[in-house]
C-alpha cells in the first residue's frame, strides 16, 4: 500500500518548509524511520522520516523547493505498485519552480548515452570514500551544483571560497567542512575576479529569496509592534565591580579550562532580578496574565538568516559558568540550525546583548507573548561624577522594553532598580 510523504510541521510554528536535500533517491528501498531528507523550518533543518515501508517512488519536490505544511512531497510504494492516482505538490511558487529541470544552456558535439543508474551507482560505491572527486565542467562556476553538505555551503559563504573549485573527500566526492577549510588555507579555491563595476554585464541589482526564518521573523515583528503597547525604561549600571567579579571567577575556572564573559554574569543577574519580580516574568494571554515562577530565559543569538533566541530554562537556578556554557553550546548549535523545538520555544523573557557590536544603547522589539525584553548595550568608559569629582568608570546601558498591558512603569522601573543593585554589587545576585 502506497504511502504519501508529506511536508510535516517540524516546528510549533511552522506553515512551510524549504527541502535542503534528499536523503533517499528515487528507486532507494525505504523503511518505516528512515530518514528521508532534510528539511529547513523557520527556526532550524530539521530530519523528515519515512512514514511507512517500501521504495521511494516519486519525488514531487526538488531540493531548494518550498512546499506548505501538509503537502504531498513524495510517495513510498511497493516496486510495482501502480501510484498514478497519487497526486503531488509542485503546484506553483517556489515549490513549482524548484521542482521543474532547468534547461540546457548548450548541447554538446557528441553526447554520451546515459548510463542506467544501477551501474552508475555500483561504481560511486566501489570508489574509495577518502578519495577526493575532482570537480567536474558541469560544476565549474557554479556553487549551486557541487555536492556539499550545508555546513560546508555555509562556511564557504562566510570564506569567500569558490565551492565548484573545491575537491570533495567526502562520500561520493562530496565536500564536508575541512575540504572547505584546507582549500582556503592554500588559497587554491579563491573565488573568480569579478567583472568590473563599469561593465554593462553587471546586474543593477539581485533578488534574494527569504527564508524560513526571515519569514517567520517578518510575521513576529508585525504581530509585536503593532499591536503590542510598547513603552521603554533605560538605566546606566556602573560595571566595575562585575569586571573585578569576572576576572575572580576566572582565575578560579582557568585551571578547568572554563571562561565566563560578562554577557554571562549579565544574564544571571536577569534571571535573579526576574525571580524576585514575577510581574516582569509574565505572558499577556488576552484573558488572563501569566506570572512564571521559573525564568526560562531567551538568549538572542545572530545567525545567517535573521535571529533566534535559544532557552535557557530554568536560569535562576543555574550559576554564572553553567549559564555560559549552556548559552554557547546553543548558540553554536543555532547557527548550524541543529536545535530542536523545545530549545527556542517557551521563554519567560528575553535579553538581546549587541554590545559585542559596539551599541551603546538601543530598543528591542518585544516577542510575544512575553511582556519584556532586556537590550544591552556596550561596556564603555565613561567621564561621571562620583563625590563631586569627574572620574572616569566602565558604564553599560540597559533599556526594558516592557508591554503595558502586563508591566506598569513603576512595576518595571523596580525590576531595573534590582538588576542594577546587583550588576553593581555582584554579591547580592546570589544573595
Same mark, same amino acid.
Given at each position: 500500500?502506497?504511502?504519501?510523504?508529506?511536508?510535516?510541521?517540524?516546528?510549533?510554528?511552522?506553515?512551510?518548509?524549504?527541502?535542503?536535500?534528499?536523503?533517499?533517491?528515487?528507486?532507494?528501498? *525505504?523503511?518505516?524511520?528512515?530518514?528521508?531528507?532534510?528539511?529547513?523550518?523557520?527556526?532550524?533543518?530539521?530530519?523528515?522520516? $519515512?512514514?511507512?515501508?517500501?521504495?521511494?517512488?516519486?519525488?514531487?519536490?526538488?531540493?531548494?523547493?518550498?512546499?506548505?505544511?501538509?503537502?504531498?512531497?513524495?510517495?513510498?510504494?511497493?516496486?510495482?505498485?501502480?501510484?498514478?492516482?497519487?497526486?503531488?505538490?509542485?503546484?506553483?511558487?517556489?515549490?513549482?519552480? @524548484?521542482?521543474?529541470?532547468?534547461?540546457?544552456?548548450?548541447?554538446?558535439?557528441?553526447?554520451?548515452?546515459?548510463?542506467?543508474?544501477?551501474?552508475?551507482?555500483?561504481?560511486?560505491?566501489?570508489?574509495?570514500?577518502?578519495?577526493?572527486?575532482?570537480?567536474?565542467?558541469?560544476?565549474?562556476?557554479?556553487?549551486?551544483?557541487?555536492?556539499?553538505?550545508?555546513?560546508?555551503?555555509?562556511?564557504?559563504?562566510?570564506?569567500?571560497?569558490?565551492?565548484?573549485?573545491?575537491?570533495?573527500?567526502?562520500?561520493?566526492?562530496?565536500?564536508?567542512?575541512?575540504?572547505?577549510?584546507?582549500?582556503?588555507?592554500?588559497?587554491?579555491?579563491?573565488?573568480?575576479?569579478?567583472?568590473?563595476?563599469?561593465?554593462?554585464?553587471?546586474?543593477?541589482?539581485?533578488?534574494?529569496?527569504?527564508?524560513?526564518?526571515?519569514?517567520?521573523?517578518?510575521?513576529?515583528?508585525? =504581530?509585536?509592534?503593532?499591536?503590542?503597547?510598547?513603552?521603554?525604561?533605560?538605566?546606566?549600571?556602573?560595571?566595575?565591580?562585575?569586571?573585578? $567579579?569576572?576576572?575572580?571567577?576566572?582565575?578560579?575556572?582557568?585551571?578547568?579550562?572554563?571562561?565566563?564573559?560578562?554577557?554571562?554574569?549579565?544574564?544571571?543577574?536577569?534571571?535573579?532580578?526576574?525571580?524576585?519580580?514575577?510581574?516582569?516574568?509574565?505572558?499577556?494571554?488576552?484573558?488572563?496574565?501569566?506570572?512564571?515562577?521559573?525564568?526560562?530565559?531567551?538568549?538572542?543569538?545572530?545567525?545567517?538568516?535573521?535571529?533566534?533566541?535559544?532557552?535557557?530554562?530554568?536560569?535562576?537556578?543555574?550559576?554564572?559558568?553553567?549559564?555560559?556554557?549552556?548559552?554557547?553550546?546553543?548558540?553554536?548549535? @543555532?547557527?548550524?540550525?541543529?536545535?530542536?523545538?523545545?530549545?527556542?520555544?517557551?521563554?519567560?523573557?528575553?535579553?538581546?546583548?549587541?554590545?559585542?557590536?559596539?551599541?551603546?544603547?538601543?530598543?528591542?522589539?518585544?516577542?510575544?507573548?512575553?511582556?519584556?525584553?532586556?537590550?544591552?548595550?556596550? *561596556?564603555?568608559?565613561?567621564?561621571?561624577?562620583?563625590?563631586?569629582?569627574?572620574?572616569?568608570?566602565?558604564?553599560?546601558?540597559?533599556?526594558?522594553?516592557?508591554?503595558?498591558?502586563?508591566?506598569?512603569?513603576? =512595576?518595571?522601573?523596580?525590576?531595573?532598580?534590582?538588576?542594577?543593585?546587583?550588576?553593581?554589587?555582584?554579591?547580592?545576585?546570589?544573595?
Amino acid at each position: 500500500m502506497s504511502t504519501k510523504v508529506h511536508m510535516e510541521a517540524l516546528s510549533p510554528t511552522m506553515e512551510e518548509g524549504q527541502l535542503v536535500r534528499w536523503l533517499k533517491d528515487e528507486g532507494d528501498a *525505504v523503511a518505516n524511520g528512515d530518514i528521508l531528507a532534510e528539511i529547513e523550518t523557520d527556526k532550524a533543518t530539521m530530519e523528515l522520516v $519515512a512514514r511507512g515501508d517500501g521504495v521511494l517512488r516519486k519525488v514531487f519536490l526538488a531540493a531548494g523547493g518550498t512546499a506548505p505544511v501538509g503537502e504531498v512531497i513524495a510517495v513510498i510504494a511497493g516496486a510495482d505498485e501502480d501510484i498514478s492516482s497519487v497526486a503531488g505538490g509542485g503546484g506553483g511558487g517556489a515549490a513549482g519552480a @524548484a521542482a521543474a529541470p532547468a534547461p540546457e544552456e548548450a548541447k554538446p558535439a557528441k553526447p554520451e548515452p546515459a548510463k542506467p543508474a544501477d551501474e552508475q551507482a555500483s561504481k560511486e560505491e566501489k570508489a574509495p570514500a577518502d578519495a577526493p572527486a575532482a570537480p567536474t565542467p558541469e560544476a565549474s562556476g557554479s556553487t549551486e551544483r557541487v555536492r556539499a553538505s550545508p555546513l560546508a555551503r555555509r562556511l564557504a559563504e562566510d570564506l569567500g571560497v569558490d565551492l565548484s573549485r573545491v575537491a570533495g573527500s567526502g562520500p561520493g566526492g562530496r565536500v564536508v567542512k575541512r575540504d572547505v577549510e584546507a582549500a582556503k588555507e592554500s588559497g587554491a579555491a579563491a573565488p573568480a575576479p569579478s567583472a568590473p563595476t563599469w561593465s554593462p554585464d553587471v546586474k543593477e541589482y539581485d533578488d534574494v529569496q527569504v527564508s524560513m526564518m526571515r519569514k517567520t521573523i517578518a510575521k513576529r515583528l508585525v =504581530q509585536s509592534i503593532g499591536p503590542v503597547p510598547h513603552f521603554f525604561l533605560t538605566v546606566d549600571v556602573d560595571m566595575g565591580r562585575v569586571i573585578e $567579579a569576572r576576572k575572580s571567577i576566572n582565575a578560579m575556572l582557568e585551571k578547568q579550562g572554563g571562561k565566563i564573559s560578562i554577557n554571562d554574569i549579565v544574564l544571571k543577574a536577569v534571571a535573579a532580578a526576574l525571580h524576585r519580580h514575577p510581574e516582569c516574568n509574565a505572558q499577556w494571554h488576552e484573558t488572563f496574565v501569566r506570572r512564571f515562577n521559573s525564568v526560562h530565559l531567551g538568549v538572542a543569538v545572530a545567525v545567517d538568516d535573521g535571529l533566534i533566541t535559544p532557552v535557557v530554562r530554568n536560569a535562576h537556578l543555574k550559576g554564572i559558568a553553567q549559564i555560559g556554557d549552556e548559552v554557547r553550546e546553543l548558540a553554536g548549535r @543555532a547557527r548550524e540550525k541543529k536545535l530542536q523545538p523545545d530549545e527556542y520555544t517557551g521563554s519567560t523573557f528575553s535579553v538581546s546583548n549587541l554590545g559585542m557590536f559596539g551599541i551603546h544603547e538601543f530598543t528591542a522589539i518585544i516577542n510575544p507573548p512575553e511582556a519584556g525584553i532586556l537590550a544591552v548595550g556596550g *561596556v564603555e568608559d565613561t567621564p561621571v561624577a562620583v563625590d563631586g569629582q569627574v572620574v572616569v568608570r566602565p558604564r553599560m546601558r540597559v533599556t526594558m522594553s516592557c508591554d503595558h498591558r502586563v508591566i506598569d512603569g513603576a =512595576q518595571g522601573s523596580r525590576f531595573l532598580a534590582t538588576l542594577k543593585t546587583m550588576l553593581e554589587e555582584p554579591t547580592a545576585i546570589v544573595v
